[in-house]
């Protein structure tokens, strides 16, 4: 088998001796999307966290490509090519769309100043890819639909050449029709070789969109699973009881 | 930069019909804000029967303005921020205090520097702005690392930085102050009549230059832009404008008496029928370097968009790799070399340092910005409204000093205005269904 583009090997964080992510291992291969499933609390967001560099881990090791990876910020973060998209909407709404598409990242004139007219060019040009409705570049981003808001989150991640993606809860805010629209993005991004960590509570979205799917229920990894080999009983049991009803099985 | 064009009502470039005003793409609140300046304006000329806009009366205005004005400009930066900065005034009288034991006492009598001495004024200059950044910096690193909230801070540094002040000097009043430095608090240093028309000249060629390059710019990039009748009628008013502040400066005369001792003091006689115009003070000149520095920063850098963003959704910036807490440190060491150069200003127009300098200036800083649509709520504020604030402000209180109205109706009118404004400001943002 290749090496795994991601590693997470028994990653443990604590909060003040609570321990919300306790010593979980998780794998992720180019091409691959891997649903994280769970109750609220089960520690879901917080390990995604911890690999988006939000958190620092206190235990286990991160690997990418097969090499130890140091990951203490965001900006660490985005040196692997991993981008995040947040469950909260991480836009500043009072920015446009083009200024939250590039911030941390701006880009510039030979002078050092930043170059708004390229970076509006350059978001134009790509939403024209993921949204080709979208006109509303001089507005700040909170006139926009929750949809659009999160086409510029996605683009932010297309257009930085992200190589690993995690979605928290990408389509929580959203209408059915721009549900979909995530979801088709999703299936173009994985045509095109990213691995993406998807979180999400839609079990049924879950088994449509994930190739693997682990679940996890009070920081601990309850199983990991290919999504052909379950039914969505099996993961309700799963998320509930805590339980891998294979393994009971077997 | 967001209620800059919040003011558009739709994103489509061309197709929907567009007023005047959208096709000029000029910000609504900017000409709200204007609009009230002219009417406080031309009520106060009619109620002093036309003494209010004479150009001495003018000049005054614009010099009184400048000190509270420079400040504004550093607190829309920490409001913008979601912060307070109450101790701005107290700042101001410790680099006052600072800069006049340095340019009195100190290089005279333990560096041996004599007075008068030409490197006196700029020296003093950089210890009042090393030790305005020094302090700011110190108090936005007790609120961006210990977290310990802005208010707090500030309400300390307010009564620490006022008795350092004290301390430093004694309670006396320092003084005569450098020459040289006296030329920046604005009577004693006018740049005259040619001097400031070329200023004049060279600021409309800037404004002219920057409109048209912007312009090119966005084509080259194929974004859309306004008609060019558009283009030049901006242009038009902004020319106008400039040209005509020069002009009403450039139309007080100096007094004769006081023509008179400045040739007496270079011994020589005064030709008979000499005139000479004041022109634009130093002050004001300074004043506008200061406002087009911190648009630019504003506006073209990303230490400026930080700013915003953070204001916005300080963790959206988090995740996006914005350290936010050097962020804090670097904006309030800003507003205290700020403060340092209102000190500059308010102690060479009052010709001294004195115990009470800058007393009660935190609240007109604050309250020009507010006035000038600065959002305590963050992420929102622009330099120009802070310096059109300031300038509404101080034409208020001079305008009813000149009416003759009482000192505590004066401070009631102020109050009202400064909620008013608020007020009108989240009206009209609820029009326009900005948030």
């Known amino acids: 088998m290749t090496t795994p583009l991601v590693e997470l090997d028994n990653i443990s964080i604590a909060f003040g001796g609570i321990r919300a992510v306790d010593g979980v291992s998780l794998d992720l291969h180019p091409g691959e999307v891997v649903g994280l499933l769970g109750h609220n609390g089960a520690g879901k967001s917080t390990l995604i966290k911890i690999l988006a560099g939000a958190y620092k881990k206190s235990g286990g090791e991160i690997r990418i490509n097969g090499e130890v990876a140091e990951i203490n910020s965001p900006r660490d973060a985005r040196r692997y090519n991993i981008e995040t998209i947040y469950q909260t909407l991480a836009l500043a709404d009072n920015l446009d769309a083009a200024s939250n598409l590039f911030l941390g990242r701006e880009l510039t004139t030979p002078l050092g100043f930043v170059d708004d007219t390229k970076m509006e060019a350059e978001t134009r040009k790509i939403m024209k890819r993921l949204t080709p409705n979208f006109q509303k570049h001089n507005e700040p981003v909170s006139a926009l639909s929750g949809g659009q808001r999160q086409s510029v989150a996605i683009a932010r991640a297309v257009y930085f050449n992200a190589k690993i993606l995690i979605m928290d809860e990408p389509t929580a805010a959203l209408g059915v029709h721009e549900t979909q629209m995530v979801a088709d993005l999703i299936k173009e991004l994985k045509a095109q070789g990213l691995g993406i960590f998807l979180i999400s509570h839609d079990t049924r979205e879950m088994l449509e969109l994930c190739d693997r799917v682990s679940v996890m229920k009070n920081g601990k990894l309850v199983g990991t699973e290919r999504v052909e080999d379950v039914t969505e009983d099996d993961i309700l049991s799963m998320i509930i009881l805590g339980k891998n009803p294979r393994e009971a099985a077997a | ?435």
């Open chain 2, 1 to 435: 930069m967001s209620d800059a064009t919040s003011s558009k009502t739709d994103g489509l470039p061309t197709q929907e019909k567009r007023n005047f005003i959208q096709t000029l793409e000029v910000d609504t609140r900017l000409l709200g804000m204007i609009g009230a300046f002219v009417v406080v304006c031309l009520v106060f000329n009619v109620l002093t029967d036309g003494r209010f806009l004479t150009a001495r009366n003018i000049f005054n205005l614009s010099i009184q303005t400048v000190s509270v004005a420079i400040m504004a400009t550093g607190m829309v930066f920490i409001i913008v921020t979601r912060h307070i900065d109450l101790a701005v005034g107290a700042l101001l009288a410790t680099c006052s205090a600072a800069m006049a034991m340095t340019q009195t006492a100190i290089l005279p009598e333990v560096f041996g520097l004599e007075l008068g001495h030409p490197l006196i004024p700029w020296i003093a200059m950089l210890v009042g702005i090393a030790v305005g950044t020094a302090i700011g910096a110190f108090q936005g690193y007790l609120v961006g690392y210990l977290m310990i909230p802005a208010f707090i801070v500030t309400l300390g540094g307010l009564l620490i930085w006022r008795n350092v002040a004290w301390y430093m000097t004694s309670g006396q009043t320092i003084g005569p102050l450098d020459p040289t430095f006296m030329t920046l608090g604005g009577i004693n240093g006018t740049l005259g009549a040619t001097m400031s028309w070329i200023v004049g000249v060279l600021a409309v060629a800037a404004a002219c230059w920057g409109l048209w390059s912007a312009r090119r710019n966005k084509i080259a990039h194929g974004a859309p832009v306004k008609p060019v009748w558009a283009e030049y009628t901006v242009m038009g008013v902004v020319s106008a404008v400039i040209l005509g502040f020069v002009a009403i400066l450039n139309s007080y005369q100096i007094p004769a008496a006081r023509l008179r001792r400045q040739f007496a003091a270079a011994g020589e006689e005064m030709p008979e029928g000499f005139t000479a115009v004041y022109g634009i003070p130093l002050s004001v000149l300074l004043l506008i370097a200061v406002a087009v520095a911190m648009t630019i920063i504003a506006k073209k850098t990303r230490f400026g968009r930080y700013i915003f963003a953070t204001g916005g959704n300080p963790d959206a910036a988090e995740l996006s790799g914005v350290n936010t807490r050097m962020l804090t440190v670097k904006v309030f060491a800003l507003m205290g070399a700020l403060c340092a150069i209102s000190a500059i200003v308010a102690s060479a127009r009052l010709t001294n340092h004195s115990n009470d300098i800058g007393t009660l200036d935190e609240l007109r800083v604050i309250a020009a910005a507010v006035i000038g649509g600065t959002a305590l709520a963050g992420g929102i504020g622009t330099i120009y409204g802070a310096i059109l604030g300031a300038l509404i402000m101080q034409s208020l209180q001079s305008g009813m000093a000149m009416v003759g109205v009482d000192a505590p109706l004066q401070n009631i009118v102020v109050g009202t205005v400064l909620v008013a404004a608020v007020l009108i400001d989240i009206i009209y943002r609820k029009r326009i269904g900005a948030k």
